[in-house]
């Protein structure tokens, strides 16, 4: 069974850290690259941050750039999340996703451009 399973959610104050993690099963994880995108209550989900395939490129939203760092265990088909400085902004439902396109060459930041997706995990950030 193809599945993503993101875990490592949770309640944080303000400035705190956590570290998210997305669990591949089923796929040639090594040959996709991966992305995180979060969803806050009456908003559209948005585009976080992404890794390449090799993890010889990432990406990240101008909102988390310098706070969150994405990363990838191709061996343990896991990709990461490392949210440090958190703010109330950041709190949502953080979701995990797959590139459609193996081994692609560019990294994209458009969600439909990635076809699997995990159940989401919840962050929350109390001022």
């Known amino acids: 069974q193809v599945q993503l399973v993101e875990s490592g959610g949770g309640l944080v104050q303000d400035g705190g850290s956590l570290r998210l993690s997305c669990a591949a099963s089923?796929?040639?994880?090594?040959?996709?690259?991966m992305g995180w995108f979060r969803q806050a209550p009456g908003k559209e989900r948005q585009f976080v941050a992404a890794i390449k395939y090799n993890s010889d490129n990432t990406a990240y939203a101008e909102s988390v750039k310098g706070r969150f760092t994405i990363s990838r265990d191709n061996v343990k088909n896991t990709v990461y999340l490392q949210m440090n400085s958190l703010k109330p902004e950041d709190t949502a439902v953080y979701y995990c996703?797959?590139?459609?396109?193996?081994?692609?060459?560019?990294?994209?930041?458009?969600?439909?451009?990635?076809?699997?997706w995990g159940q989401g995990t919840q962050v929350t950030v109390s001022s």
């Open positions: 089923g796929l040639t994880f090594s040959s996709y690259a």
């Open positions: 996703a797959r590139d459609r396109y193996m081994r692609s060459s560019r990294l994209s930041t458009v969600r439909s451009t990635y076809n699997l």
